[in-house]
């Protein structure tokens, strides 16, 4: 990952531009997103509980899926020049620890008006299973 985010401008994306990236869900990015947030809940981080359930291991916080939206858009699309404005979420299947998500964004409309693209938002994971769903709507500030 590069620290350095795209520079889209309004102009310049289009409907259709898309991107995607890979992450593991690794055991530190579960714990540390359960220290940022407060959310202990045993689901996702006690293995004898999760054992238990219909998951039958821990389950990763559906927000910390969420998160990598924003990566998505504050890096790559737009990038330097967004400005989120909102996004729907659907958690469709559970993501577990060590699953390999795709994290992926296409551009499916502009508003010449307010400067606003929506963003079709998905993650699935290495079985290629759709583990989220939504739209995002971004505003594009040109400097």
Do not use: W
């Amino acid at each position: 990952m590069t620290n350095s985010p795209l520079e889209y401008t309004f102009d310049s994306i289009n409907v259709g531009t898309n991107h995607e990236f890979g992450i593991t869900v690794t055991e530190k990015l579960v714990s540390n997103f359960s220290e940022i947030s407060g959310d202990f809940n045993p689901l996702h981080m006690d293995e004898n509980y999760a054992t238990k359930t219909k998951f039958k291991k821990r389950v990763c916080h559906g927000m910390l899926l969420a998160s990598f939206l924003s990566r998505l858009v504050g890096m790559y699309m737009p990038g330097k020049n967004a400005l989120y404005f909102s996004q729907t979420l659907n958690f469709t299947s559970p993501c577990f620890i060590n699953d390999t998500i795709i994290v992926k964004g296409e551009v499916i409309e502009k508003n010449d008006a307010t400067k606003i693209i929506t963003v079709k938002t998905t993650i699935t994971n290495q079985k290629n299973e759709l583990i989220l769903n939504g739209d995002a709507k971004i505003m594009i500030m040109n400097n």
